[in-house]
T-cell receptor, first 114, second 107 residues
Framework: KAGVTQTPRYLIKTRGQQVTLSCSPI?????VSWYQQTPGQGLQFLFE???????NKGNFPGRFSGRQFSNSRSEMNVSTLELGDSALYLC?????????????FGEGSRLTVL | AQRVTQPEKLLSVFKGAPVELKCNYS??????LFWYVQYSRQRLQLLLR??SRESIKGFTADLNKGETSFHLKKPFAQEEDSAMYYC?????????FGAGTTVTVRA
């Protein structure tokens, strides 16, 4: 079974631009979560989607948004990029309905803002 | 609110020595706790979860609700255990991670 796939793997943007990151969950997984990973802040929760609905959102400004499509694929968007947005963005999927809540992570999209 | 604290950023042990990674949490509901591990150049993956009460790669973790802790232990560390370890708590449709502990096992 293919794992969680994230694209692009690496990208470089400049301040003020916007970026869209994509995530394809494991087949059959209906829940997708996004995390921001930085050396200083560690893993910070961005949002979780299930059946195209956002179920929870972390403490990030409105510049960070996301969505989920009917095939469970998800995208996140960051507008008006700032230097501090440079990070590894991780997507994770979960087989909703289990009680364990295990997340399966992708390899991440590394964003550099210049 | 939910919070996970890992007090040690770095932990260095010799091969064959015991290793313990500390994790404390705060959560008003019934917690679901996990340990995730990230080996060099690999993706983050689940190591173990409190609900299954199993030992994975020689690691065990016991949920202590009285002390709100979920420490990870292994009696004899191996070099392949060198990695970044994250304690995580699931609640309110999100997984909150601790800051992580980097473990280095020296020969």
């Amino acid at each position: 079974k293919a794992g969680v796939t994230q694209t692009p793997r690496y990208l470089i943007k400049t301040r003020g631009q916007q970026v869209t990151l994509s995530c394809s969950p494991i087949s059959g997984h209906r829940s997708v979560s996004w995390y921001q990973q930085t050396p200083g802040q560690g893993l910070q929760f961005l949002f979780e989607y299930f059946s195209e609905t956002q179920r929870n959102k972390g403490n990030f400004p409105g510049r960070f948004s996301g969505r989920q499509f009917s095939n469970s694929r998800s995208e996140m968007n960051v507008s008006t990029l700032e230097l501090g947005d440079s990070a590894l963005y991780l997507c994770a999927s979960r087989l909703t309905g289990t009680t364990t809540g295990e997340l399966f992570f992708g390899e991440g999209s590394r964003l550099t803002v210049l | 609110a939910q919070r996970v604290t890992q007090p040690e950023k770095l932990l260095s042990v010799f091969k064959g020595a015991p290793v313990e990674l500390k994790c404390n949490y705060s959560y008003s509901g019934s917690p679901e706790l996990f340990w995730y591990v990230q080996y060099s150049r690999q993706r983050l993956q689940l190591l173990l979860r409190h609900i299954s009460r199993e030992s994975i790669k020689g690691f065990t973790a016991d949920l202590n609700k009285g002390e709100t802790s979920f420490h990870l232990k292994k009696p004899f560390a191996q070099e392949e255990d060198s990695a970044m370890y994250y304690c995580a708590l699931r609640g309110d449709y999100k997984l909150s991670f601790g800051a992580g502990t980097t473990v280095t096992v020296r020969a």
